[in-house]
């Protein structure tokens, strides 16, 4: 376990493929969980420079607002 960056947060440190339905079930989500190398995620993740336009262009502003509306 490491400190978050303003020091007060713990954070559960683990490799992409310890991060598992079963992890989860086992040890919860009760704090912040930094995944420090994604291999083994089987996830795809967006190219760094991707941003909201890239998702305005590809699923429409609408739906960027409904999604923003439902986090508040």
């Not at 420090?36 to 336009?53: I, N, T, Y």
């Amino acid at each position: 376990m490491v400190r978050g960056s303003a020091g007060k947060l713990p954070l559960v440190v683990v490799r992409g493929f310890e991060l598992t339905e079963d992890y989860l079930v086992k040890n919860g989500f009760r704090r912040p969980i930094l995944v420090r190398c994604k291999d083994g995620l089987d996830l795809q993740v967006p190219a760094e420079h991707f941003s909201v336009q890239d998702v305005e262009e590809h699923v429409g502003m609408m739906m960027i607002c409904l999604l923003c509306s439902a986090l508040m």
